[in-house]
């Protein structure tokens, strides 16, 4: 069937935030005004550029109908969005980064997905690109339909693909149905800077049946040397940003859930905020949550210690035993567990023979 006769009566909105990115905007627009589906509305969102970005988005704007563009204070990526959510008219949605570029027929392939299997979502895979358009090592996502239709396949969905990252964490290589976004009133955390790409894909899939994930790679991620990605580096601030991350899912997870799967809140806390660990120490971790003095992590870790047999759940069996006694560790150290101790020393002792790093040298 010819891509561009199927279904191409659906409206697309293509979010593009902006920021400071004068360099790289108009390959952007550029290759989203020239997809094969043309039914398609940008919503460019400038916020609060201090360069050229907005006179780009204000040329195209004058030479191209289907954009519209709105320049704005600085308020964030995830401010932005959901402005752009408000804004659009589109039976679809996806997004675009202002620094990144797609192929032609990205739109086209996604619809066509998304139309002939009858899912909710599609998510597609990327090339990593440099500042120079060089490619550079690519990943590989998970292919195919994935049914999501129960509360377990959709728990299963985020703490066992979603978090480990076999579809990806980001929006931008996604098409989303719009109702499911308004219905729900799913939008992007505001105050996160860690992960809001992954919170909202969450919420989302929390109202999904299914996802589409497909072999073609149309988009193009740019990895720029200025970038800000990664510029987190304190545990402090990575721990307190992912407890921004967690609080922010917890209302959708609480809303759409009911009875047990509801009450598995704590394995999506727990597996969560070992990611804000990663590379650090168990003892990293202890200095961070002593440091920032919230309660709400050591609430959930100490309900998720309650159900030891569930780790399995969303780790495979030898990682649950280690994580199990990693969050039995901070728990130890942060309320001062005599017998906790006891049995994590004669557990050292056992990892030390064979040759392992203990649990509080141990990185997540």
Request: hydrophobic fraction near 35%; glycine fraction near 6%.
């Amino acid at each position: 069937m010819d891509t561009l006769d199927f279904k191409a009566n659906k409206l697309v909105s293509i979010i593009i935030p902006a920021f400071n990115i004068e360099n790289y905007i108009g390959q952007c627009l550029k290759s989203v005004l020239s997809q094969t589906y043309r039914h398609i509305e940008l919503i460019v969102v400038d916020d609060g550029s201090t360069d050229n970005t907005w006179n780009h988005i204000e040329t195209a704007m004058k030479n191209d109908h289907r954009i519209r563009g709105f320049h704005r204070d600085n308020s964030g990526v995830s401010t932005a969005r959901n402005f752009a959510l408000e804004q659009a008219d589109g039976d679809y949605i996806c997004f675009v980064d202002g620094d990144d570029y797609v192929s032609n027929d990205m739109v086209a392939t996604m619809v066509e997905a998304i139309e002939r299997d009858s899912s909710d979502w599609v998510n597609c895979q990327y090339h990593r690109t440099d500042d120079s358009g060089n490619l550079l090592e690519e990943y590989d996502f998970l292919q195919g339909n994935i049914k999501t239709e129960t509360d377990d396949m959709k728990l299963n969905l985020i703490l066992n693909t979603l978090a480990d990252y076999q579809l990806g964490y980001e929006v931008w290589n996604k098409l989303y149905k719009a109702s499911i976004i308004k219905d729900n009133h799913i939008s992007f955390i505001q105050d996160c800077h860690i992960g809001e790409d992954l919170a909202f894909n969450i919420c989302y899939a929390l109202h999904a049946n299914s996802i589409s994930s497909i072999a073609a790679r149309t988009y193009y991620y740019r990895i720029r040397s200025n970038s800000t990605m990664g510029s987190v580096n304190s545990i402090k601030k990575n721990f307190e940003e992912h407890l921004i991350f967690v609080k922010g899912i917890q209302p959708y997870f609480e809303n759409a859930f009911s009875g047990q799967i509801k009450e598995k809140y704590y394995q999506l806390v727990f597996k969560f905020m070992a990611h804000a660990g990663e590379g650090h120490t168990a003892d990293d971790m202890v200095n961070a949550i002593k440091a920032t003095k919230d309660s709400y992590y050591l609430y959930w870790l100490n309900v998720a210690l309650k159900h030891k047999s569930s780790f399995t759940d969303f780790y495979s069996y030898d990682k649950a035993k280690i994580y199990y006694r990693y969050g039995l560790y901070i728990k130890t150290k942060i309320e001062g567990d005599v017998f906790g101790d006891i049995y994590l020393k004669i557990y050292d002792v056992y990892r030390k023979l064979r040759k392992r790093p203990t649990i509080g040298e141990w990185k997540g």
